[in-house]
């Protein structure tokens, strides 16, 4: 079957209230008919995902945008005008007959332009919205690639559609325009500073009002492996790395640069050498915690990265990684 047959069969099955894994540039999602609930249904039982975590509802093109928001801001305009398509979820207040499957009960909903042919493609040979959380299991390791998909949900998901590997490599940044001033409720891989500068204003980090909105991939612990992730800074990394070594535990240490930099020789761990900059490092993230997952270490050890902006994406990731093991 060739791509345009397999994305007009992927939009039949989701009009028949079935579910499709397909890429998008950040991660795969894990997509159904955002108005259908029982196929909403069979996207929590594929995840375990909680019924009060709210869902992304990915649309071809802003002209959508209304359809599923109400009292739409300026901001969230200028944003659409500025990054969509690419990796930006705007939350704004959902119209009435947005499905509280989507919103997890509240009154606000997310919505994107996903930056991947595939996914486009798809949204428009089916014509509606498909909510569409991470392809995996609920708090795991998100995928960016089409057997990660396999290896978590199997057959669990009615199709796969296989766009190859995700170029961005983690999840859209989140940013909740429902009040005056524009709130940041996850990083992703778009600079903060052109979002400032397409708002002529800074973004909110934290805001008590938002603290009710619960946002896709905001808990404490997620995006974790199987195996136990601990993140240390470089001058504790190696020290921790010798003691579980001698402790009998096999240990892998993801690090920042090359290998040359640490003294490891006869320190029974191995290295890894992770990218030293922040958007090759998002890219290969969860493909790398996936591969040492399955390698039968004991524990993984990750240099934590630097406090600067083009990190918060990554930093992010691993430190919410770490709460979940």
């Given amino acids: 079957m060739n791509l345009q047959d397999a994305i007009h069969g992927a939009a039949n099955l989701l009009r ?31 995840k375990g995902r909680p019924s009060d975590h709210p869902l992304i509802v990915h649309i071809a093109d802003s002209s959508h945008l209304s359809g599923w928001a109400q009292d739409v801001p300026d901001m969230a305009w200028k944003l659409a ?30 919505l994107r332009v996903p930056d991947h042919p595939v996914a486009l493609a798809l949204l428009r040979a089916f014509g509606g919205g498909i909510a569409a959380p991470s392809a995996n299991r609920f708090g795991r390791v998100s995928p ?35 009040h005056d001033k524009p709130v940041l409720l996850r990083p992703g891989s778009l600079c903060i500073a052109y979002i400032e500068d397409t708002l002529h204003q800074k973004l909110m980090l934290t805001q008590v009002t938002e603290q009710i909105i619960r946002a896709p991939g905001a808990l404490p612990a997620h995006y974790a492996p199987t195996t136990p992730l601990e993140l240390h800074f470089a001058d504790a990394l190696l020290h921790r790395a010798r003691r579980l070594s001698a402790q009998g535990c096999k240990v892998v240490v993801l690090g920042l640069g090359e290998m040359s930099s640490y003294d490891i020789s006869n320190n029974g761990f191995e290295y890894f050498s992770m990218p030293e ?49």
């Fill in 144 to 178: 960016t690639s089409a057997q990660h998909v396999r290896e978590e949900l199997g057959t669990k998901v009615g199709m796969i559609l296989d766009g190859g590997s995700c170029r961005v490599g983690v999840e859209s940044t989140i940013i909740s325009l429902v």
């Fill in 16 to 46: 028949a209230g079935d579910t499709v894994a397909f890429p998008t540039e950040t991660v795969y999602g894990l997509g159904a008919d955002a108005a259908n609930p029982l196929a909403l249904r069979k996207v929590f039982e594929a």
């Fill in 81 to 110: 005008d500025a990054f969509w398509p690419g990796p930006l979820t705007l939350i704004l207040l959902r119209h009435d007959q947005v499905l509280n499957a989507v919103t997890g009960g509240q009154d606000t909903v997310g």
């Fill in 277 to 325: 900059l922040a958007k090759e490092y998002a890219r290969v993230l969860y493909a790398t915690l996936r591969h040492f997952d399955r390698a039968g270490f004991d524990v993984l050890l990750a240099e934590d990265p630097p406090d600067t902006q083009p990190w918060l994406a990554v930093k992010d990731r691993l430190r919410r990684g770490a709460q979940g093991c």
